[in-house]
């Protein structure tokens, strides 16, 4: 019996690849929007169950304060700066075009503190997803895939491999190994 070629294993592997991927492709879509809405619901529920909210609205409550009197500093400042030396003086942090870009990436904010929260209910919804029915199909077709590919690598003869790989198509995801084209219709 002759053995396949490298070329050959080549075709059996990009077949399968244009087969499954899209399939995967599009499973894959349906479960990120679920995970989205899952981490969105699980990120409210798990800042309330491990007592961040509290920290969260706090530090939201402290950094709108912090923002207005941050605004007012730099327009006192700005206003009061009305001789050329003044103005020539008058640090960056208060000059209106500079404002708002100095970075202190040691401080926490809201903002770490609601993707730390996020991180870990997408971890959470990740984990929701896989029980769901898109979840699941998206492990059978990532688990068709991979046994088709074995399956083509242990194979030794083309024409058995043909019959094996329709048998598994057709079980799996209905569709037969050789595909007719359609016509083309002239118009």
Same mark, same amino acid.
């Not at 100095?102 to 971890?123: F, G, H, M, P, Y």
């Given at each position: &019996?002759?053995? &396949?070629?490298?070329?050959?294993?080549?075709?059996?592997?990009?077949?399968?690849?244009? @087969?499954? =991927?899209?399939?995967?492709?599009?499973?894959?879509?349906?479960?990120?929007?679920?995970?989205?809405?899952?981490?969105?619901?699980?990120?409210?529920?798990?800042?309330?169950?491990?007592?961040?909210?509290?920290?969260?609205?706090?530090?939201?409550? $402290?950094?709108? &304060?912090?923002?207005? $009197?941050?605004?007012? $500093?730099?327009?006192?400042?700005?206003?009061? $700066? @009305?001789?050329?030396?003044?103005?020539?003086?008058?640090?960056?942090?208060? =000059?209106?075009?500079?404002?708002?870009?100095?970075?202190? =990436?040691?401080?926490?904010?809201?903002?770490?503190?609601?993707?730390?929260? #996020?991180?870990?209910?997408?971890?959470?919804?990740? +984990?929701?997803?896989? #029980?769901?029915?898109?979840? #699941? +199909?998206?492990?059978?077709?990532?688990?068709?895939?991979?046994?088709?590919?074995?399956?083509? &690598?242990?194979?030794?003869?083309?024409?058995?491999?043909? @019959?094996?790989?329709?048998?598994? #198509?057709?079980?799996?995801?209905?569709?037969?190994?050789?595909?007719?084209?359609?016509?083309?219709?002239?118009?």
């Amino acid at each position: &019996m002759p053995r &396949m070629t490298k070329y050959q294993l080549d075709h059996f592997c990009s077949k399968t690849n244009r @087969t499954y =991927d899209p399939l995967i492709e599009e499973q894959e879509l349906l479960v990120k929007q679920y995970t989205t809405e899952a981490t969105n619901r699980a990120s409210k529920k798990l800042a309330v169950k491990i007592g961040a909210q509290k920290i969260i609205d706090a530090l939201k409550s $402290a950094e709108e &304060m912090l923002t207005q $009197a941050q605004k007012s $500093a730099q327009s006192f400042f700005e206003k009061k $700066a @009305t001789t050329k030396e003044r103005k020539e003086d008058l640090k960056s942090k208060f =000059d209106k075009t500079s404002y708002g870009y100095d970075s202190n =990436d040691d401080k926490i904010t809201l903002s770490d503190c609601e993707d730390q929260i #996020r991180v870990w209910a997408k971890s959470l919804a990740s +984990q929701e997803i896989k #029980r769901r029915p898109e979840g #699941r +199909q998206l492990a059978k077709l990532e688990v068709a895939k991979q046994d088709e590919l074995d399956t083509i &690598m242990e194979s030794e003869a083309p024409s058995a491999l043909i @019959t094996e790989l329709d048998k598994k #198509r057709q079980k799996v995801i209905g569709i037969s190994w050789n595909t007719e084209p359609k016509a083309i219709e002239q118009q």
